[in-house]
């Protein structure tokens, strides 16, 4: 299957299918029909028109140079959701395109849920940072490796590079892992339980998703063990429901879903194939939730004006380290006054990020179905547009921020 389009034909495509400000919809449908509109697609309050063709000409230029075959796209301003712009297709073959509601894959993204989720426990008195891994989880058998570690990538658990080097039979572990519509902590963890540590705790950094695995299981040890729910219904809890959030689900590997967007990728000759899919439950807490785009804004909003945690917590989660620039489960990069959080995925059928500054309450995310993008160069360029205007105040924060 050969990818046909020019970059003319895409930007045509683009700028019918980038969602609409609130003075284009009102020439055409009315004033209550275009806020009835806007509303629906997630905007609280609009970007002016000037901007919002500005943050689409970015997105449609980006999405042309990388050739992009689908990405939805979002603005968070001021610590509201001012823009969301849909671009392309999300499945080639039948030229359907991306809109607001098409769903795609979190990726590494669903580390950032694992970490809100751990320290949500703390806040409880049913976690602590510092004790040792196997203190809640008898089955591990390490006693060097504490939660802390894990979520910082601190832990000396391997990724996939370092795991088919010092523990090759992972992989024949993972056929053991039977898909469902849930998560079994134990069954995941004992596919790499026995992979020796690529370094001492603590004396280095690794970012490894099978660590953020181990990190899921404590946090379902717990949850089961004092609460009754287990990690699943833990995320459900504190950020699906806390935040109204409808899409953001367990991408399970069964599920039929019509919103889910295709994958693509370039085969060795550069010809487009779709991605088959596969199975990403064993890892949702590393990587394996999905959503559409207007609730991956809503959950940066929620960040953003700090609706999750209490504000220790949130200084806990974006502190870097001395020695990288992740902090745990987020990724934190200090630019003056201000602090640029992010976190990328990278995904068999997607590429994804959620990039912002808290203090300005100014954000984007983006995602993508296409394996060779690069999403980060287009929130960054987005960003870079907004920024003259980062010197307004915030929006006052939701209760919890001071």
Not at 40 to 52: I, K, M, Q
Not at 259 to 273: H, N, S
Request: net charge neutral.
């Amino acid at each position: 299957m050969k990818k046909t389009w020019t970059f003319a034909s895409y930007l045509f495509f683009t700028v019918l299918y980038a969602v609409p400000t609130t003075a284009q919809l009102a020439t055409t449908t009315g004033a209550a029909q275009a806020e009835a509109t806007l509303v629906s697609n997630g905007v609280e309050v609009p970007l002016d028109s000037v901007t919002a063709a500005r943050v689409d000409s970015i997105a449609q230029l980006e999405a042309g140079r990388q050739d992009i075959i689908g990405m939805s796209l979002a603005v968070i301003k001021q610590g509201v959701i001012a823009h969301v712009g849909s671009y392309g297709y999300s499945d080639w073959e039948n030229q359907i395109p991306v809109t607001p509601r098409s769903e795609f894959r979190w990726a590494s993204m669903s580390k950032s849920l694992t970490a809100i989720a751990a320290m949500k426990l703390q806040e409880a008195g049913l976690l602590q940072l510092d004790t040792l891994v196997k203190a809640y989880l008898p089955y591990w058998p390490d006693t060097t490796v504490r939660v802390r570690h894990l979520l910082q990538n601190r832990s000396g658990v391997g990724h996939y590079n370092e795991m088919d080097k010092l523990y090759p039979s992972w992989k024949h572990q993972l056929k053991s892992y039977k898909p469902d519509s849930s998560w079994h902590a134990e069954a995941a963890v004992r596919v790499f339980r026995e992979a020796p540590l690529v370094f001492k705790a603590d004396s280095s950094h690794l970012y490894s998703t099978f660590g953020f695995v181990l990190a899921g299981a404590v946090v379902d040890q717990i949850g089961q063990t004092k609460l009754g729910k287990g990690y699943l219904d833990l995320v459900q809890d504190f950020i699906i429901d806390s935040l109204g959030l409808s899409s953001l689900r367990p991408d399970y590997f069964e599920d039929a879903n019509p919103l889910e967007v295709k994958g693509y990728y370039k085969d060795k000759k550069g010809d487009l194939r779709a991605r088959k899919d596969d199975d990403v439950t064993w890892k949702i807490p590393g990587g394996g939730y999905a959503s559409n785009i207007i609730d991956l804004a809503k959950y940066v909003q929620g960040l953003i004006r700090y609706r999750l945690l209490l504000p220790e917590s949130y200084s806990t989660l974006w502190t870097p380290q001395s020695d990288w620039d992740y902090a745990m489960g987020f990724e934190v990069k200090p630019e003056g006054a201000e602090r640029l959080v992010n976190h990328t995925g990278s995904q068999n059928k997607t590429r994804t990020v959620f990039a912002f500054y808290p203090e300005s309450g100014l954000g984007v995310v983006v995602m993508c179905n296409t394996e060779w993008a690069n999403p980060r160069e287009v929130a960054m360029k987005v960003l870079d547009s907004l920024k003259p205007d980062t010197n307004t105040p915030p929006l006052p924060a939701d209760g919890q921020r001071r």
